[in-house]
T-cell receptor, first 113, second 108 residues
Framework: DVKVTQSSRYLVKRTGEKVFLECVQDMDHENMFWYRQDPGLGLRLIYFSYDVKMKEKGDIPEGYSVSREKKERFSLILESASTNQTSMYLC????????????FGAGTRLSVL | KQEVTQIPAALSVPEGENLVLNCSFTDSAIYNLQWFRQDPGKGLTSLLLIQSSQREQTSGRLNASLDKSSGRSTLYIAASQPGDSATYLCAVSGKLIFGQGTTLQVKP
């Protein structure tokens, strides 16, 4: 079974803190994705990566950066957390190609106070 | 710009009913369409994936159909059970674009 693991289920941070959200997958997938999910707005793509050290902006990259130093790990970084970044963050991975299933992690619920 | 809409936003049915969830999309140039299930506070679980060349996919009590020309997909759940209670999301790709989901409650 594909496993996508997000390091934290719940996280509480202060405004201005630097926040790291970690995601690891064990299926040797080339593609990895970060989404955020908000009531009334659904899931929105923040960043994605199709290979090590490669990254592409999604629909809402402002205020975020990413790091992909190893194939299995994709990190989402909030350089200076703000209250409007309080959200559910979901990581996903897939094989290359747009026809393939994305597998999701359990999510990290981040609260920025 | 692709937009995905799911109607209804919420649905409550008695156990045992057959039901249909709807998903519509504005741009028919898609590679595939996926249906996901999300339990409260959890991540997404892929239920069915229909490639653009296919008309339907079945898994157990679930059947998903795709009509690209009309920009519609349906998820049919047969003989619903309380354990089916969750939010169901559809998404179309290229880049996955999600609908807002239908929250289903199946009452015992």
């Amino acid at each position: 079974d594909v496993k996508v693991t997000q390091s934290s289920r719940y996280l509480v941070k202060r405004t201005g803190e630097k926040v790291f959200l970690e995601c690891v997958q064990d299926m040797d997938h080339e593609n990895m994705f970060w989404y955020r999910q908000d009531p009334g707005l659904g899931l929105r793509l923040i960043y994605f990566s199709y290979d090590v050290k490669m990254k592409e902006k999604g629909d809402i990259p402002e205020g975020y950066s990413v790091s992909r130093e190893k194939k299995e790990r994709f990190s989402l970084i909030l350089e200076s957390a703000s209250t409007n970044q309080t959200s559910m963050y979901l990581c996903a991975s897939s094989f290359p190609g747009q026809k393939n299933i994305q597998y999701f992690g359990a999510g990290t619920r981040l609260s920025v106070l | 710009k692709q937009e995905v809409t799911q109607i209804p936003a919420a649905l409550s049915v008695p156990e045992g009913e057959n039901l249909v969830l709807n998903c519509s999309f504005t741009d028919s140039a898609i590679y595939n369409l996926q249906w996901f299930r999300q339990d409260p506070g959890k991540g997404l679980t892929s239920l069915l994936l229909i490639q653009s060349s296919q008309r339907e996919q079945t898994s157990g009590r679930l059947n998903a159909s795709l009509d690209k020309s009309s920009g519609r997909s349906t998820l049919y759940i047969a003989a619903s059970q309380p354990g089916d209670s969750a939010t169901y999301l559809c998404a179309v790709s290229g880049k996955l674009i999600f609908g807002q989901g239908t929250t289903l409650q199946v009452k015992p």
